[in-house]
């Protein structure tokens, strides 16, 4: 995953129904678990493709937690 696909993998994955957001300065976690088993179920199938399509991301981990920072998605 390139720096500038950090945009449209956020948006790809709030489309499943998972929360992202930043944790800290350089963190960022997926949380489906308050969905019921068959909607994580759903979410984990459709983040899989999501991986597929965006590859490597672990690189980026500061850059997707600044962007999610940047558009107001962090927990305090």
């Known amino acids: ?3 500038e696909q950090i945009p449209a ?3 790809a994955v709030l489309r499943t129904g998972a929360d992202i957001n930043a944790v800290g ?6 949380d489906d678990a308050h969905r019921s088993v068959w909607k994580r179920w ?3 199938r459709s983040m899989r493709g999501i ?3 965006f ?3 672990d690189h980026l981990q ?3 937690a600044g962007y999610l ?3 107001g998605r962090f927990l305090s």
Do not use: P
């Open 69 to 71: 920072r940047s558009i």
């Open 62 to 64: 500061v850059e997707i």
């Open 51 to 53: 991986n597929n399509q």
């Open 25 to 30: 300065i350089g963190r960022y976690v997926i």
């Open 42 to 44: 759903l979410v984990q």
């Open 9 to 11: 993998f956020v948006s």
């Open 1 to 3: 995953m390139d720096k």
């Open 55 to 57: 590859g490597e991301r």
